[in-house]
């Protein structure tokens, strides 16, 4: 649990005015080389992430300093849980580098996934404004690196900076239109458009700035994401790369138009 960093001043100035090789195959987080893992990667710092965060602009270089100072980022490897269900929410979490899924599971053992956050992506908001404790587990997909930003400096920033609210209203409301649409996709669609819709949704430039139009992911992770098996990930994404939506690459996929895949219907 992230000790609670003690009560700061109001800011001054916080503004300035599988293993296959084949081509085509989306390749198992677990066929990746043990060089890109994790634990020897080197040193990663928040700097990355905030350097893609659209509100980080507007602060001046002291308090951009500051934020660096203040806000540790940790490494979770493949499975490991960064937060969990019911925990007092001390932090807001971004995620540096990797790929973290949004879930919970029932007293039954019943699970859903609720949305994937990859690199750039804050999340954790809500939780934090309402000071509750958390509703849903946050489970690294595949080693990560996510920042958690302290209670007392998410608050400064709300009590000092214009652009730091603002993208917050453009965040909140982007995760409702989201989450309405994720009813809509389990109640009317079929596997293929919601393998469409998921990947779609990783690649939405407000939540996800800076993405650019590839992203490593495997077919193991599309399926946990869209809520089906590896096996029929697969078969969904051979559909939508006939339908010239996506290209596959090992371990990897591009999507030219992610409008036009948000579209696909099946």
């Not at 990746?32 to 080197?42: E, G, S």
């Not at 269900?85 to 580098?97: C, R």
Request: net charge positive.
């Amino acid at each position: 649990m992230q000790t609670p960093t003690p009560p700061v001043p109001p800011c001054r100035g916080i503004e300035d005015s599988g293993t296959a090789s084949r081509p085509g195959t989306v390749a198992p987080s677990s066929a990746r080389p043990a060089a890109a893992r994790v634990a020897r990667r080197a040193p990663i710092t928040i700097d990355a992430l905030l350097d893609r965060s659209p509100w980080v602009e507007a602060l001046d270089p002291v308090e951009r300093m500051r934020l660096s100072r203040e806000t540790p980022v940790r490494a979770f490897p493949a499975g490991a849980m960064v937060v969990r269900k019911g925990e007092p929410v001390e932090a807001w979490l971004g995620v540096v580098d990797g790929l973290v899924k949004v879930a919970s599971v029932s007293p039954e053992g019943r699970s859903v996934t609720y949305t994937g956050v990859t690199s750039g992506g804050w999340f954790g908001e809500g939780s934090l404004l309402k000071s509750e404790p958390r509703k849903y587990d946050v489970v690294a997909l595949r080693d990560s690196h996510v920042a958690l930003m302290p209670r007392a400096t998410f608050q400064r920033l709300l009590d000092c900076s214009i652009a730091f609210n603002r993208f917050l209203l453009t965040q909140l409301n982007e995760r409702l239109g989201q989450f309405i649409a994720m009813v809509e996709h389990d109640r009317l669609l079929g596997p293929d458009a919601r393998v469409a819709r998921c990947l779609a949704e990783l690649f939405n430039p407000v939540l996800y700035p800076g993405g650019g139009r590839r992203m490593a992911i495997s077919q193991e992770e599309i399926g946990y994401l869209s809520g089906v098996s590896r096996q029929r990930a697969n078969r969904a994404l051979r559909t939508l790369e006939q339908a010239g939506l996506l290209a596959l690459e090992y371990g990897a996929i591009v999507v030219p138009d992610p409008q036009a895949l948000r579209r696909f219907s099946g």
